[in-house]
């Protein structure tokens, strides 16, 4: 079955000039495209664009989507607060787990994303947060958030390395390469400073057994990454790679308090960085520096991480406030420009998460997966600086359509497979009773 996508305007070539763009769909695949028009094939249905942008659908590289619930009651509190309150006052079960999910993914799809990166978080149901990813039509690289070892007087975690190891080849066995392929796997130990020396050696034999990467958070916190010297004698992206963590098949979330040697080493792995800058300024988790790592190579995706944490799931935001942070960090003003910025929530991201050859781009052979920006409007009106417009005042709200594996999910801002009103209103009613709000 073939769509044909006519009229739109896309980025061409190096520079990113613009032009016109005509795309065919063959299935789930891009078949071909043009700045030419190109003819239907018999059979074809055919969207006409008149007009308006048409870019590779967004990666969001970190997501916790459960936690749509927890938004906007647990704000003004540091990294450490913010955590406990949440798992002491957030508890979802099934049914509240699948409709959170379901509310933070047609979030993500009316905002452009197409893609989700998703570590479901500790004492929610995985398979209920994948399901809702599965049936909103989104892609999505998923993981259950295990760990086994806690500091302190805190309980104990329900798993030992057996069991999390066990449960993330459950979830495997259960899901990867599911729903027309748009469903796969990934294995995901929290982060070292809730993992043992043991769970991190058997999640890499894991991954290599099953040909999986890793997603796990790295040096968020400053006291949880300091606590890496006392119990390995070296810092936190030292030890994971002396655990054999790291590699080209591994996205490492945060990366806020790196040393140089870190940094080096991230480099030299060929490791992903995932920053989510939304989040570290919110909840204090220090002044992430990206530019050092992305001038020694690293590939650094966007994540919209958890909306209790950052707020919104949309990616915009993100690749908006990761342009002005690097900029501000490195006192350079040609740091992270409006081009990065972009390639950061598309090509970046889908490198990060193992997706470099299936979406990210709009080339032929790769997933028909689209985002499409309406244009012109009153911030996007000329098609020479329509890059930088985009980035420094577009938002999510100006999407119009969406497509993923070829499916059209959303046309002119309505989803066509879902009922958001219902959905909206049987989140409000949950969201109400399965989060507890705190006075600040
Ligand atoms: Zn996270």
Same mark, same amino acid.
């Given at each position: 079955m073939f769509k044909l996508i006519r009229n739109g305007i896309g980025f061409w070539g190096p520079d990113r000039t613009v032009g016109p763009m005509h795309l #065919?769909?063959?299935?789930?695949?891009i078949a071909a495209? *043009? $700045?030419n028009e190109i003819p +239907?094939?018999? %059979? +074809?249905r055919v969207y006409d664009l008149n007009g308006r942008l048409l870019l590779p659908g967004f990666v969001d590289a970190h997501t916790h989507l459960a936690q749509s619930y927890g938004r906007g009651i647990y704000d003004n509190r540091h990294l450490t607060q913010w955590l406990w309150t949440m798992i002491r006052y957030l508890h979802l079960d099934e049914d509240e787990t699948y409709t959170a999910a379901q509310l933070a993914c047609i979030e993500a799809l009316k905002s452009g994303t197409t893609t989700v990166a998703e570590m479901t978080s500790l004492g929610v149901n995985v398979d209920a947060s994948v399901q809702a990813i599965a049936d909103c039509g989104l $892609? %999505?690289?998923?993981? *259950?958030? #295990? %760990?086994?070892?806690?500091e302190g007087d805190n309980p104990a975690p329900p798993l030992d390395a057996e069991g999390v190891l066990e449960e993330m080849t459950r979830l495997h066995r259960? &899901?990867?390469n599911s729903h027309e392929g748009r469903i796969t796997v990934r294995l995901s130990p929290v982060g070292l400073p809730a993992c043992s020396e043991e769970l991190m050696r058997g999640t890499r034999a894991l991954a290599d057994e099953l040909d999986v990467g890793i997603h796990t958070h790295c040096c968020e916190g400053e006291i949880e990454t300091q606590n890496a010297y006392e119990r390995f004698g070296c810092s936190e992206v030292e030890a994971l790679g002396q655990f054999g963590v790291l590699g080209p098949d591994v996205q490492l979330v945060h990366c806020? &308090? #790196?040393t140089d040697r870190d940094r080096q080493l991230i480099a030299e792995s060929g490791s992903h960085v995932v920053h989510c800058p939304s989040t570290n300024l919110k909840i204090t988790d220090g002044l992430p520096q990206m530019v050092p #790592?992305? $001038?020694l190579g690293v590939n650094i995706a966007l994540g919209c991480d958890g909306q209790s944490s950052s707020g919104s799931y949309d990616l915009f935001k993100e690749a908006r406030l990761a342009s002005l942070l690097g900029k501000g960090l490195s006192a350079d003003a040609a740091a992270f420009p409006a081009e990065t910025a972009l390639e950061m929530i598309t090509r970046n991201g889908a490198r990060a998460i193992g997706l470099g050859e299936t979406v990210g781009e709009l080339t032929v052979g790769h997933k028909a997966d689209l985002t499409v920006i309406d244009y012109p409007q009153v911030h996007l009106i000329d098609e020479q600086r329509l890059l930088s417009n985009l980035i420094? +005042? %577009?938002s999510g709200g100006d999407v119009d359509s969406v497509l993923v594996n070829g499916e059209v999910l959303m046309w002119h801002r309505e989803l066509l497979h879902l009922d958001e009103q219902a959905i909206l209103a049987k989140a409000l009613k949950q969201m109400r009773r399965a989060a507890r709000i705190l006075p600040n």
């Open positions: #065919l769909v063959d299935g789930d695949t495209v *043009s $700045r +239907a094939p018999e %059979g +074809a $892609r %999505g690289v998923v993981s *259950s958030c #295990l %760990g086994d070892y806690q259960q &899901w990867h806020v &308090w #790196l #790592l992305q $001038r420094y +005042a %577009g």
